[in-house]
């Protein structure tokens, strides 16, 4: 009896059936391509391998082969093997149809991605090989669920210099991301019994359902020219902010509400969660230090390399106050789930200046990018006023009362993806209703920035 799994060369697991081995054989490959479970072009092994791995003798897979290239199976060429052909995979009876992929847009100016075509690759490639190759083998192992040191270390540097954080290495949590950051945070408040968490009016539908899948409570706070008042933070466990630069609105919070916040928490022994929203892109004014350096005691400050570099990388930290430097990592398990290898690149790429001259070339670029749009809207759409534009990777362009439908229609006929700014309210807001076009001018790489500018004016009223 041939034996179900090959050993050698590439894996190809069969189940022969039927009477003789080369019948089962032939039977076998011919269902595992007709079901598209070895897609078109899979290279299969060779007679001499399948022979041996099956425990078969060669002339049988050979004659199996032969079987199917002859019925037009497979695809048989000298000194390229033996090959799966080319042919429209029917799906097993009774399987459910795949759903059509929705047609991706021509342009896409949907906040909160950066421009993913100028990712540093060589430089990054530099830094993974430096890293690489001056890593101690423990590196490789589990690890400590806070991080490798080495990030941690580099991060601490990186966060005072250029943030205004107040962190050591040993209050500093390596996460994959700020969801995943705040995932964590969540399941430590609900098992200190918190019930609430204070968000702001405009944010991310994403971030509070993630507190609600917490078993927390979100509560919106009043939003006006200043930012988010925190006059209404009463008896609130805990309040997260987009202090530096607010999304979707841009704005930056108000020094005296920043004073309020930290007050607040030392009154009441609340946690202020700081998410460091693209707080690396800056343009007309000068960096606004973290909230976390008022009080390291009381704040949570997040960070990431989302916007700076890559989503992809799935890599953000926390920087936290002492009375949770034991409760997070436990949440986050014994081991440390992020990889070292991109940790270690990290960190390299951070201490030897790699970063610093990627932002800053990015700052430039984008820079470009939201002047460009701010000089097009003044010349083809005047009844359009952008907001939020000193610093970030996005605009707020205001439409007039009524309009952001019909706006948000005529973009979809345009093959331009782009959000409305109600999308990002909290359903429980009280904020006045305001009508206008949330535009991330950092996703589309160089070369399809003018496309998607012109796409864009042409669906805003003059």
């Known amino acids: 009896m041939a034996k179900p799994w090959a050993t050698l060369g590439v894996d190809l697991h069969l189940e022969p059936t039927g009477g003789g081995v080369r019948r089962g054989l032939t039977d076998a490959l011919r269902e595992a391509v007709r079901t ?35 019925e037009g199976w497979l695809t048989a060429r000298q000194g ?91 209050h500093i949590l390596v996460c994959a991301g700020f969801s995943h950051g705040l995932r964590l945070l969540g399941a430590v408040l609900r098992a200190r019994g918190a019930r609430t968490v204070a968000v702001e009016s405009y944010g991310l539908d994403v971030h509070w359902n993630l507190l609600a899948a917490a078993g927390l409570r979100t509560v919106p706070l009043p939003f006006d020219e200043r930012g988010t008042d925190p006059r209404e933070l009463t008896d609130q466990d805990a309040v997260l902010l987009t202090p530096a630069h607010q999304f979707p609105m841009g704005g930056t919070l108000h020094r005296d509400r920043r004073a309020a916040v930290v007050e607040w928490a030392r009154r009441t022994g609340g946690l202020v969660v700081e998410d460091d929203y693209d707080g690396e892109f800056r343009y007309d004014r000068q960096p606004v230090g973290a909230l976390q350096g008022l009080d390291p005691d009381h704040v949570v400050h997040a960070g990431t390399a989302s916007k700076s570099l890559a989503p992809g990388l799935r890599l953000g930290w926390l920087v936290l106050p002492p009375g949770l430097m034991e409760e997070v ?108 076009l949330v535009v991330g001018y950092g996703t589309p790489p160089d070369h399809a920035w003018s496309g998607a500018l012109e796409a864009l004016c042409a669906v805003l009223p003059e």
């Open 36 to 70: 598209g479970r070895l897609a078109p072009g899979t290279r299969l092994p060779s007679s001499r391998a399948l022979a041996a791995d099956l425990d078969i003798a060669r002339n049988t897979v050979a004659d199996a082969y032969a079987d199917l290239v002859a």
């Open 80 to 170: 390229s093997g033996t090959r799966v052909a080319e042919r429209t995979v029917v799906p097993p009876s009774g399987a459910p149809p795949r759903p059509r992929a929705p047609g991706r847009p021509t342009h896409n100016l949907v906040p909160g991605t950066p421009d993913l075509a100028s990712f540093p690759r060589a430089q990054w490639l530099k830094a993974a090989r430096r890293a690489l190759a001056t890593a101690p083998y423990q590196a490789l192992d589990y690890g400590d669920p806070r991080g490798r040191i080495e990030l941690r270390t580099a991060l601490a540097g990186y966060l005072s210099r250029a943030r205004g954080v107040r962190a050591d290495p040993e």
């Open 329 to 436: 990592p436990a949440a986050k398990g014994g081991i440390d789930s992020c990889g070292s290898l991109d940790q270690l690149t990290l960190a390299e790429f951070l201490v030897s200046g790699a970063y610093d001259r990627h932002v800053r070339a990015a700052r430039l670029r984008y820079r470009r990018r939201r002047d460009a749009l701010v000089a097009e809207l003044a010349r083809r759409a005047p009844k359009v006023h952008a907001t939020g534009i000193a610093a970030g990777l996005h605009v707020v362009l205001r439409l007039p009362p009524g309009t952001e439908q019909s706006a948000l229609r005529a973009a979809a006929w345009q093959g331009l993806a782009v959000h409305g700014l109600h999308r990002y309210q909290h359903p429980e807001a009280t904020v006045e209703r305001r009508d206008a």
